[in-house]
């Protein structure tokens, strides 16, 4: 059974950072496009960072760029969300999701994209 577990979220005043991880399990996603999208609360699940299945590209949404940073440890099958200079705004569910294929480059903002999905871990960012 696939399983993708979220760590790492909870609550931090504005300013902060957060690392947040996400263990695979059942397979393997070495090759596999992974990202994270989050939801806050009354809005729709908004694509946050992806990184491409030779983990060489990687993509952010405009709202933070320069503040979060992806990256995956192969060896351990675990994805990351480095979160630097949070914002109240930043406050949200955080999903980490990887696509099932191996090799293949999938349109890394489209939630739809994605075959697995995680519980999702709870960023909350005081002002």
């Known amino acids: 059974q696939v399983q993708l577990v979220e760590s790492g979220g909870g609550l931090v005043q504005a300013g902060g950072s957060l690392r947040l991880s996400c263990a695979a399990s059942g397979r393997t996603f070495s090759n596999s496009a992974m990202g994270w999208f989050r939801q806050a609360p009354g809005k729709e699940r908004e694509f946050v960072a992806a990184i491409s299945w030779s983990g060489t590209n990687t993509y952010y949404a405009d709202s933070v760029k320069g503040r979060f940073t992806i990256s995956r440890d192969n060896a351990k099958n675990t994805l990351f969300l480095q979160m630097n200079s949070l914002k109240p705004e930043d406050t949200a569910v955080y999903y980490c999701?990887?696509?099932?294929?191996?090799?293949?480059?999938?349109?890394?903002?489209?939630?739809?994209?994605?075959?697995?999905w995680g519980q999702g871990t709870q960023v909350t960012v005081s002002s």
């Open positions: 999701a990887a696509d099932a294929r191996a090799y293949y480059n999938i349109r890394h903002d489209a939630a739809h994209a994605y075959d697995y």
